[in-house]
């Protein structure tokens, strides 16, 4: 009886950490490519939603662009969710 009990508890348990998400802590987003005529605000916008403004230096900072840089069509751009 115990050992069934231990073994149902151990597949629950197995089958919760395979469907888990992970809470985005630890920084990886997914990349977006530039499109023409995208801008760090259009992207932002598009992504996150509501003010821009905390999306566009997100990603500013996630990429190591400066301030004002110009974007490249073709170019990856690493989202931080």
Request: aromatic share 12%; net charge positive; charged share 15%.
């Amino acid at each position: 009886m115990f050992s069934r009990f231990v073994t149902i508890v151990l597949l629950l348990v197995a089958l919760w950490g395979g469907l888990a998400h992970t809470s985005g802590a630890s920084g990886h987003g997914g990349t977006y490519v530039v499109k023409s005529g995208d801008t760090l605000w259009s992207i932002a916008h598009r992504f996150y939603g509501g003010d821009s403004r905390r999306g566009a230096w997100d990603l500013e900072r996630r990429n190591d662009l400066g301030q004002g840089a110009a974007l490249a069509p073709g170019q990856r751009l690493v989202l931080p969710w």
